[in-house]
Antibody, heavy 123, light 107 residues
Framework: EVQLVESGGGLVQPGRSLRLSCAASGFTFDDYAMHWVRQVPGKALEWVSGITWNSGYAGYADSVKGRFTISRDNAKNSLYLQMNSLRAEDTALYYC????????????????WGQGTLVTVYS | SYELTQPPSVSVSPGQTARITCSGDLLPKQYAYWYQQRPGQAPVLLIYKDTERPSGIPERFSGSSSGTTVTLTISGVQAEDEADYYCQSSDSSGSYVFGTGTKVTVL
């Protein structure tokens, strides 16, 4: 059974940093690209970032480019999101999602999701 | 920025058919995908590549495409289908875009 378990969320002040983790199990982790998707409670989903199976390429939404860094450790079956210079508008539930493809390509989608970890940026 | 537009809400009686549309200029060139999100839960993939249904998804869920609009159809709606539904596709730069979301209410 595919399982994705996020952790690392919490309360943080604007301008500070936070690192999210996603522990994967139940599948061969390095056979898939992985993504982060966020959702402000009551609002729509927003893609944040994705990384290829071998970390060869990482893509970011314009809203986080230059502030967030996605990475993965295939030996540990883990995905990460380093979030720097956090803003109030980054407050959201952050989901880890498995990609349908090895690569971060347009014709790809998210076939399994974790339960999310909540990030609250407050002043 | 690229947008995928969905109706905010759809109401349907049990056993009837619900249709949820998703409109976007690039949909004739990019596949669309559909997700169901029940309250307090993570999204679940319902439809991929416009019309394909993953294993384990009930046959009452189907997808179709015509021009700049894709449609999710729920036939024989059940109470458990009350949820938010999102379409997803890609923009011209390859970034992933989600629709505005549709809340389905079962009367």
């Amino acid at each position: 059974e595919v399982q994705l378990v996020e952790s690392g969320g919490g309360l943080v002040q604007p301008g500070r940093s936070l690192r999210l983790s996603c522990a994967a199990s139940g599948f061969t982790f390095d056979d898939y690209a992985m993504h982060w998707v966020r959702q402000v409670p009551g609002k729509a989903l927003e893609w944040v970032s994705g990384i290829t199976w071998n970390s060869g390429y990482a893509g970011y939404a314009d809203s986080v480019k230059g502030r967030f860094t996605i990475s993965r450790d295939n030996a540990k079956n883990s995905l990460y999101l380093q979030m720097n210079s956090l803003r109030a508008e980054d407050t959201a539930l952050y989901y880890c999602a498995r990609c349908s493809s090895l690569e971060v390509v347009p014709a790809a989608y998210f076939d399994y999701w974790g339960q999310g970890t909540l990030v609250t940026v407050y002043s | 920025s690229y947008e995928l537009t969905q109706p905010p809400s759809v109401s349907v009686s049990p056993g009837q058919t619900a249709r949820i549309t998703c409109s976007g200029d690039l949909l004739p060139k990019q596949y669309a995908y559909w997700y169901q999100q029940r309250p307090g839960q993570a999204p679940v993939l319902l439809i991929y590549k416009d019309t394909e249904r993953p294993s384990g998804i009930p046959e009452r869920f189907s997808g179709s495409s015509s021009g700049t609009t894709v449609t999710l159809t729920i036939s024989g709606v059940q109470a458990e289908d009350e949820a938010d539904y999102y379409c997803q596709s890609s923009d011209s730069s390859g970034s992933y875009v989600f629709g505005t979301g549709t809340k389905v209410t079962v009367l």
